[in-house]
């Protein structure tokens, strides 16, 4: 089974508008940290926003908020106010345990803002 | 500032001549991981390294050896590349824990 899921190839959004990018996660380990990453048409990997299994809020970073949902194991980013700039594929990855040694990708989704 | 190092960024190279992509990182991490990525299938660890001379396989180490002999420094090689190695690949180093993990920019490796 996947251990993390985005189920949308693809979203378009207009310029100002918020969009959610979905993320579902499989894990049995009670402590795991949950990353979304935004990668460019250049190809280079950007971190945004990190959410840990025992937080109690839901991450914010600027205009990017992580949808924490623990009992559905869901952890979906919220960008608000959406720029063209935001245009990429962006990933959810996951780290299980605190001994953690690799971040499981899920496939991407590319999201394309236009004016 | 905090970076991760890789180079090239792009090659290409022929069936089975050998080549190492470097890696290096200036922010002491302990950690440092091999990615390859691939159109429709995200990223994959290839090999993971958790401190000097400990390295370990990730999910796809088929083809390829890494070593860490200094903590900064952790390169990939391909002893003998193949068409199916062609892919764009990652380094990243973290200092462990559920923090996040910091990226290179990135290797476009094409096998002809």
């Known amino acids: 089974a996947q251990k993390i899921t985005q189920t949308q190839p693809g979203m378009f959004v207009q310029e100002k508008e918020a969009v959610t990018l979905d993320c579902t996660y499989d894990t049995s380990d009670p402590s795991y940290g949950l990353f979304w990453y935004k990668q460019p048409s250049s190809g280079e990997m950007i971190f945004l926003i990190y959410q840990g299994s025992y937080d109690q809020q839901n991450a914010t970073e600027g205009r990017y908020s992580l949808n924490f949902q623990k009992a559905r194991k869901s952890a979906n980013l919220v960008i608000s106010a959406s720029q063209l700039g935001d245009s990429a594929m962006y990933f959810c990855?996951?780290?299980?345990?605190?001994?953690?040694?690799?971040?499981?990708f899920g496939k991407g989704t590319t999201l394309s803002v236009s004016s | 500032e905090a970076q991760v190092t890789q180079n090239p960024r792009y090659l290409i190279t022929v069936t089975g001549k050998k080549l190492t992509v470097t890696c290096s990182q200036n922010m002491n991490h302990e950690y440092m991981s091999w990615y390859r990525q691939d159109p429709g299938l995200g990223l994959r660890q290839i090999y993971y390294?958790?401190?000097?001379?400990?390295?370990d396989k990730g999910d796809v180490p088929e083809g390829y050896k890494v070593s860490r002999k200094e903590k900064r420094n952790f390169p990939l090689i391909l002893e003998s590349p193949s068409p199916n190695q062609t892919s764009l690949y990652f380094c990243a180093s973290t200092r462990g824990g559920l923090t996040e993990a910091f990226f290179g920019q990135g290797t476009r490796l094409t096998v002809v």
């Open positions: 390294s958790m401190n000097v001379e400990v390295t």
């Open positions: 990855a996951m780290r299980e345990g605190l001994a953690g040694t690799a971040l499981i």
